[in-house]
Nanobody, 127 residues
Framework: SLLVESGGGLVQPGGSLRLSCVAS????????IGWIRQAPGKEREGIVFVNSGGGLRDTADSVKGRFTMSRDSAKNTVFLQMNSLKPEDTGTYYC?????????????????????WGQGTQVTVSS
């Protein structure tokens, strides 16, 4: 099984990006999905988690109102829409999948809390 992120790049402050996370070998509908980022020299930060049923969501204050996660079941893909980007959003963004309907607290978002973890995509917000 494999998670592959894409959609990162260089964007100016205030701009938008949409990250994609495509799965192979697993059906994402059965998994809770988390997006986690890490900037150079900083700790890993869980930013969004949505459980498999969609009824449990957690969004970090740092991205609330700007980042939204969605799913396309037909494409076995999840997306992270990022608007109003700021330089402090710069980092490597990872998607991760946890089998079942439970919630992974953002503060505990680490590879050992998920069943699958992608390779990451780089986001750079700079003028």
């Amino acid at each position: 099984s494999l998670l592959v992120e894409s959609g990162g790049g260089l964007v100016q402050p205030g701009g938008s990006l949409r990250l994609s996370c495509v799965a192979s070998g697993i059906t994402l509908d059965y998994y809770g999905i988390g997006w986690i980022r890490q900037a150079p020299g900083k700790e890993r930060e869980g930013i969004v988690f949505v459980n498999s049923g969609g009824g449990l969501r957690d969004t970090a204050d740092s991205v609330k109102g700007r980042f939204t996660m969605s799913r396309d079941s037909a494409k076995n893909t999840v997306f992270l829409q990022m608007n109003s980007l700021k330089p402090e959003d710069t980092g490597t963004y990872y998607c991760a999948a946890k089998l079942g309907n439970g919630l992974v607290p953002l503060i505990a978002a680490a590879p050992d809390k998920f069943d699958h973890w992608g390779q990451g995509t780089q986001v750079t917000v700079s003028s």
